[in-house]
């Protein structure tokens, strides 16, 4: 404190929005690189599409990318397993396409639970 007021460090912070997870993926391999393709459709046709090379034990999130609403999430593993689900995507972890990628397989889930 100096002079009774509180410095720039210590000053509370007015809450501000937080951002939305829409994708998140995990790569569970301790020892392997593992190479993702992901596209993202809506009724319309695809909406995001990105390919991911993903270290062991990396993560990669793509935040604010969709608006709100239901997709279809396609993911490519290493040009050789592929999954699919409809998920619903919006604020909160419940609604974050989930991708986690380990041992040779790779699945896609709605929700994110920390």
Do not use: W
């Not at 002079?3 to 569970?28: K, M, Y």
């Not at 046709?45 to 709100?68: M, N, Q």
């Amino acid at each position: 404190m100096t002079d009774g007021h509180l410095t720039d460090a210590t000053a509370r912070q007015e809450p501000t929005a937080v951002a939305s997870a829409d994708l998140f993926i995990r790569n569970f391999d301790t020892t392997r690189t593992n190479h993702l393709t992901v596209r993202v459709r809506d009724g319309d046709g695809i909406v995001f599409a990105s390919r991911y090379a993903l270290t062991p034990g990396k993560t990669e999130c793509e935040v604010d990318r969709l608006g709100p609403g239901e997709y279809d999430v396609i993911v490519e593993l290493d040009s050789q397993r592929r999954e699919r689900a409809t998920c619903r995507i919006g604020p909160g972890p419940e609604k974050t396409a989930l991708v986690e990628i380990g041992n040779g397989t790779v699945s896609v889930t709605q929700g994110l639970y920390c």
